[in-house]
């Protein structure tokens, strides 16, 4: 971390509320997003599979070709014969899948067939012509189906439905074994769901004949790694692509996965020598788009009789579905908080990704930190009960103290900072814990079910990419970084460029708010587009808007960058005013000396030194005003299973939920929601508040009412929104939110991740205070979501959620 | 997610309404507020070849209480009605202080039917004809005992509201025909209410339990009709729970004993959100308070 | 093809239409204001929601034939140049992250305080049911509608 009082100039700007002005745009519905682009172009709908499993015997697209108006029929043998397979990432056992099916389908909506059309209505009349031949195999929709002996084979060279299974140790797991007074053990089921954002998918690519290129206009959350992978993927070169991101309808992990369709766009633009525009519906969406996979995770607690934790096992299996680039980083990923916020001494992790005919998975908000979370905090309730303690102070006793950051966890995650027990004091004073307990006791009396739970976690930022690696050498990416470019204009404002995209954070605003400290103007004077253009925005591997990355290195490299420029700044100041540089200072736009303030230069002057009256510069200097920095997080290793050191800044909550149970209908209804947060030094607290609350009724959505059912047969039963239920504003709590501030040592501001925390501890302090509500029946809760029917059950049958 | 291709008419009167669906029968489809008909026609579920928009017929959006004298008072009606125009929206329901004043149970219905824009477009006649088996409205109508009037080539005729549901999106309506008015009575010595379960609020009910309950003395039950929606493939009288009600008073064991009757005799339906066995228990259960609050 | 005319934002449109064309697809490739959105296809998310004769619909769940003769506002028209004082409210209480969804919501917030101008919390939420927000939980765009209803009152406008 920098001495924040040596690198800004101002403190007016960094830590306040500064209003999102930069994004004006979206108030006045003069944003554009990807369909908004006035363009004329083809536009693309995709038939899909309405089979879950089985080979396709013939496809005849005649009748659909034959219409007017239908410029172009695709099949996925075409597409195969013009692009090479996708190339996983962490399974390890090979694979072949191409973007569309071929030869056989693997889920229902894996694209089949790629129409372009006049018009978006042609294209969907002329998918009803298409004639499909399937011979439906045996789907396998659960973990257990596809794990049963004479299960087929989704992927046959694979050799098996398990494409990874790792089993890891860290630190002595056998001792903490032989040490223990006791063991806790449960097994938990967890739903697939997703965080949907508003808007869905949407591409536009265009084919420069005359270079042989592509332009391809997308919300693509990480541009960084898709181009990549288009470019291999069609056999170009880097020079092929551009790609543009506009704005973007929300993100949460799910547009991480575009790409593939931007490999059909792009052939589709130079099949038919149009623009070509797929807009993805909602329905595709929620079929065919991607989901947090479903998983079933077995987890024990090795304990001391006096509550404190010598060890945890884990056995993960994750249902990955049927999408191989990502399969298997959910269970990797959770090395970055398999001890959550506690010093447990050794780990035993037993992951495995499970292939089947669910729809593909992706990196949803917290990708497998909230499973994690969740199995975690259920057992230290559960434990807490075991050993006869409260369940805040079962966590008191076994939170890693402030005094041990940095604390390294058994399989080398660095823990920079944090004060865990500070944040559930504080956490439950405002829940008014000790008060509710006696409330709750007497409105039992009245036949009222309330409950309390809680829940602390971690939430990590900015991935060291690679930690998925577990055999097949070093991996293609390594740690996390990002480029920026700072300028200033002729007229004497600031211009920033970043290689990240913004999918709703306001990263302009928050940017120039750290602009402005640093050079001493109002971040009214700093603009930032945050759309990317691939061929222009400073680019890396990393780029792109993921693992709350942007306040760690997306920020570093807007500092190094303004720091380049300040210092340029200052040399032609010091020459144009005669002063040394060491007795300038800023102040409001100029630059000025120290010693006699009359003594100044405005910011526009000095542009004009750099880019007109450039025989003024000093002696030996590069004209321009504008500068280009990358920046990345110091503290990355190289990964290996002995160290696996997933996640680079770790930021926590608690939260603290108070529940009513109407045991007679299994309503559950939110009446107090307190979140204790700590992310480490706020740069706009407006906008971090925002995103505690909305990645909280991101997790209250899965836990009370989002999932993805699939039938016996793999088909999806929840393909709108009427049946996947996303909360609405009414039926939610009004939440508190307060924070704790411990700056993190590693990044340049103390800042650490923002955006993904509640949606991961929310869900056991959900599931923690229904079990609380419930305990006059003895509900144990293992399985997510918490629906009312689950409920009522549990309290009149089964005991169990 | 576009609708099929079909040929468009947008009658201004009702009798060109009819005449057209006269000529096109089957092959046509109503279009009225459209809040559940776009959908299906979205997804293509729905295709009709000619799709009869009735909104411009103003004449079928109107909320009022026919006078003794009135020409729109039936001779035959039971005293004190008001009719609605099929046309007529939820929120004009919502809003209609006549309504309120005189037979709040509608309002207290299409006060929660979807949402604020899907009352805004969405109508009584619309929910009643579409007949989806977990619509708000079918279950308040029920309770009311209203009587709606279908108008087809050969002239008017009313059905009462519990022989109107057929089944899922099916209902006594001849193809010819096109409800156009919805009589309820003014509900005087009678309390009623509706209450529903939902997993969302703007939610179709997983079930909804509309009652209509009028007490005699010490508190014994002089009448009361019960509509019931959510349940089963369509929205129903809940006879057997009335029967048992009938003449008893309303202590919580006679009211518990009566609604454990809410599904005697239907095949309960079963969807991801709700099992037969969870629905059923809900249905008693809604039942039960339904009852509760009326009394 | 059926000919229809609307006036949107004060401004007369005209086009021949297939009868199947969505509203939302007439105002956002006829009329071509794109501050109206798709995000589902079935009514249930709001982020196509417009005036229609000042009530707000989804123009998702009609026909542009539907809407012949009527008067539609979009966001684009609610301010003219400046920004209406729920827009204000808008970005002083950080309702907006994405975007996406904040045209239909400060079109139903507008709709809500023209009818309701001291509505209460749970009358805010109600007024925003139809109305999906994936990012905020909803709170701050509650905050700033209530905020914008208290600057409305005190400056006297509706």
Redesign the interface.
């Known amino acids: 971390m920098l001495n924040l009082d040596e690198l800004f100039v101002t403190r007016k700007w960094v830590g306040k509320p500064v209003r999102r002005d930069q994004d004006i745009r979206f108030i006045r519905g003069e944003a554009t997003y990807v369909d908004d682009l006035e363009m004329e172009c083809g536009h693309v709908a995709f038939l899909r599979s309405i089979y879950a499993h089985a080979r396709i015997k013939r496809i005849d697209t005649s009748k659909a070709a034959a219409l007017s108006g239908v410029l172009a029929v695709v099949t996925g043998e075409d597409v195969a014969r013009e692009t090479r397979p996708i190339v996983p990432r962490a399974i390890t056992r090979p694979a072949t899948q191409y973007v569309m099916a071929v030869e056989k389908v693997r889920y229902v909506g894996e694209p089949l067939v790629a129409v372009v059309a006049e018009d978006r209505y042609l294209a969907e009349d002329a998918l009803e012509l298409i004639d499909v031949e399937y011979e439906p195999l045996r789907p396998l929709v659960e973990i257990e189906d596809a794990l049963r002996e004479d299960a087929p084979l989704i992927f046959e060279e694979a050799g098996s439905n398990e494409l990874l299974h790792e089993k890891l140790e860290h630190g002595n797991i056998e001792a903490a074994y032989r040490e223990a007074d006791l063991f806790v053990k449960e097994r938990f089921r967890l739903h697939r769901y997703s965080s949907t954002p508003l808007e869905n998918w949407a591409i536009i690519a265009k084919h420069e004949k005359g270079d042989d290129a592509f332009v391809v206009w997308a919300n693509d959350q990480q541009p960084g790694r898709s181009t990549t992978n288009v470019c291999n993927m069609l056999g170009i070169p880097n020079s092929g692509l551009r790609l543009i991101v506009p704005d973007s309808g929300g993100g949460f992990g799910i547009k991480l996965a575009i790409w593939p369709y931007i490999v059909i766009l792009c052939l589709l633009a130079r099949r038919t020598d149009r623009a070509v525009k797929w807009v993805q519906t909602r329905r595709e969406h929620l079929l065919a788009g991607t989901h947090a996979p479903d998983a079933r995770v077995e987890i024990e607690l090795a304990l001391r009789r006096d509550g404190r934790i010598l060890g945890l096992s884990i056995k993960d299996i994750q249902n990955d579905g049927s999408f191989i680039h990502t399969a298997g980083i959910y269970g990797l990923i959770k090395f970055a908080t398999m001890v959550g916020c506690y010093d447990i001494g050794a780990t035993r992790a037993e992951l495995v990704s499970v292939v089947t005919n669910k729809g593909p998975t992706v990196q949803n908000r917290g990708v497998g930190k909230p499973t994690m979370i969740f199995v975690l905090e259920r057992m230290v309730d559960i434990a807490a009960r075991r050993v006869g303690l409260d369940p805040a102070e079962m966590r008191f006793r076994n939170f890693v103290q402030p005094g041990q950051m940095p604390y390294s966890t058994p399989s080398g995650e660095i823990y920079e900072s944090g004060n865990y027990p500070e944040c559930l004091r504080k956490a439950l004073s405002l829940s008014g814990y000790e008060e509710f307990r006696k409330r709750k006791e007497e409105m039992r009396e009245q036949g009222r079910y309330l409950g309390i739970g809680m829940s602390a976690s971690i939430e990590p930022g900015t991935s060291n990419l690679g930690y998925y690696y577990t055999h097949r050498g070093l991996p293609e990416y390594m740690g996390n970084a990002e480029g920026a470019i700072v300028g200033v204009d002729y007229d004497g404002n600031v211009n920033v460029l970043l290689g990240s995209v913004d999918e709703g954070q306001g990263h302009a605003t928050t940017t120039a708010q750290v602009v402005a400290d640093m050079l001493g103007i109002d971040p009214g004077r700093v603009s930032m587009s945050t759309h990317l253009d691939s061929l222009i925005s400073p680019f890396l591997g990393h780029s792109g808007c993921y693992s709350n990355k942007f306040n760690d290195v997306d920020l570093g490299a807007v500092i190094m960058a303004t720091k380049k420029v300040r210092d340029k700044m200052l040399r032609i100041a010091s020459h144009a005013l005669g002063v040394e540089a060491g007795e300038l200072t800023f102040r409001n736009g100029e630059i000025c000396w120290a010693k006699d303030e009359r003594r100044s230069i405005a910011f526009k002057e000095i542009a004009t030194v750099a880019y007109k009256k450039i025989l003024l510069l000093p002696e030996g200097m590069e004209p321009g005003l504008k500068e280009i920095a990358y920046y990345k997080n110091p503290a990355a290793k190289p990964p290996s299973k002995a160290n696996f050191n997933v996640q680079l800044t770790h930021s926590n909550s608690v939260h603290m939920a108070t529940v009513e149970v109407d045991v007679d209908t299994g309503a559950v209804t939110i009446v107090k929601y307190v979140i204790v947060h700590d992310c480490g030094t706020q740069i706009n607290p407006g906008i971090v508040e925002g995103m505690a609350i909305g990645s909280t009724v991101h997790g209250i959505g899965a836990v009370l009412y989002e999932e993805f059912v699939y039938d016996e047969n793999g088909q999806l039963l929840s393909t709108s929104f009427m049946d996947y239920l996303k909360p609405l504003a009414v039926g939610l709590p009004r939440f508190e939110v307060a924070h704790v501030e411990s700056p993190c040592p590693t990044t340049l501001l103390g800042t650490k991740a923002v955006g993904e925390g509640g949606a991961i501890g929310s869900l056991a302090a959900l599931a923690n205070a229904v079990e609380d509500a419930l305990a006059p029946f003895g509900v144990k809760v293992t399985s997510l979501p918490i629906t009312p029917e689950k409920v009522v059950r549990a309290v009149r049958e089964t005991g169990e959620i | 997610m576009i609708p099929k291709r079909f040929e468009y008419f947008c009658p201004t009167s009702l009798q060109e309404a009819i005449s057209l669906l006269g000529t096109y029968g089957e092959e046509a489809k109503l279009l009225a507020g459209g809040q559940s008909l776009l959908s299906l026609l979205k997804l293509r579920v729905a295709d009709p070849k000619y799709l009869i928009d009735l909104g411009r017929i103003a004449e079928l959006a109107y909320i009022r209480e026919p006078g003794a004298c009135d020409a729109a008072a039936r001779t035959d009606g039971p005293e004190g009605e008001i009719a609605i125009g099929a046309l007529t929206t939820y929120a004009a329901i919502k809003g209609s202080r006549l309504l309120q004043g005189r037979c709040p149970l509608l309002p207290q219905t299409a006060a929660v039917v979807g949402d604020v824009q899907v009352r805004n477009r969405g109508t009584l006649g619309g929910s009643l004809a579409h007949a989806d088996p977990a619509g708000d409205m079918p279950a308040a109508v029920l309770a009311l005992r209203a009587e709606l009037k279908a108008v087809g080539p050969s002239g008017e005729r009313w059905i009462r509201a519990e022989e109107f549901f057929l089944g899922t999106f099916a209902t006594a309506l001849r193809p010819d025909e096109i409800l156009t008015e919805i009589r309820v009575p003014v509900l005087k010595a009678e309390k009623a209410v509706y209450l529903k379960a939902a997993r969302r609020p703007s939610d179709f009910a997983l079930v909804g339990v509309a009652v209509c309950l009028k007490l005699g003395r010490d508190q014994a039950c002089e009448e009361v009709a019960i509509g019931v929606t959510g349940v089963t493939e369509k929205p129903y009288r809940a006879t057997g729970v009335e029967g048992r009600l009938r003449g008893r008073r309303l202590e919580p064991k006679a009211i518990e004993d009566a609604a454990s009757a809410i599904t005697l005799g239907v095949e309960v339906s079963e969807s991801i959100h709700a099992s037969q066995g969870y629905r059923s228990h809900l249905a008693r259960v809604y039942a039960s308070r339904a009852l509760q609050a009326a009394r | 093809m059926?000919r229809i005319a609307v006036r949107i934002n004060g401004k007369a449109y005209g086009h021949e239409v297939?009868?199947?064309?969505?509203l939302v697809h007439y105002i956002?490739e006829k009329a071509?204001?794109?501050?109206?959105?798709?995000?589902?296809?079935?009514?249930?998310?709001?982020?196509c929601?417009t005036l229609?004769n000042g009530?707000?619909?989804?123009s998702?769940?009609?026909?542009a034939?539907?809407a012949?003769g009527a008067e539609l506002t979009?966001?684009?028209g609610l301010?003219g140049n400046g920004?209406h004082q729920i827009?204000e409210a808008?970005?002083?209480?950080?309702a907006?992250?994405?975007?996406?969804?904040?045209?239909g919501m400060?079109l139903?917030a507008y709709?809500?305080l023209k009818a309701n101008p001291k509505p209460e919390?749970?009358e805010?939420?109600?007024?925003?049911?139809?109305?999906?927000?994936?990012?905020?939980?909803?709170?701050?765009?509650?905050d700033a509608i209530g905020h914008a209803a208290r600057t409305m009152r005190m400056s006297g406008s509706r």
């Open positions: 059926h297939e009868p199947r064309l969505l956002r071509r204001l794109t501050g109206t959105h798709v995000g589902c296809d079935t009514g249930n998310c709001g982020a929601t229609l009530q707000p619909v989804k998702c769940l009609m026909l034939v539907q012949n979009t966001i684009e301010a920004l827009q808008f970005l002083d209480k950080f907006v992250q994405c975007g996406y969804c904040t045209p400060i139903s709709a809500l919390e749970g805010i939420r109600e007024a925003i049911e139809g109305n999906l927000c994936m990012c905020t939980g909803y709170q701050q765009i509650v």
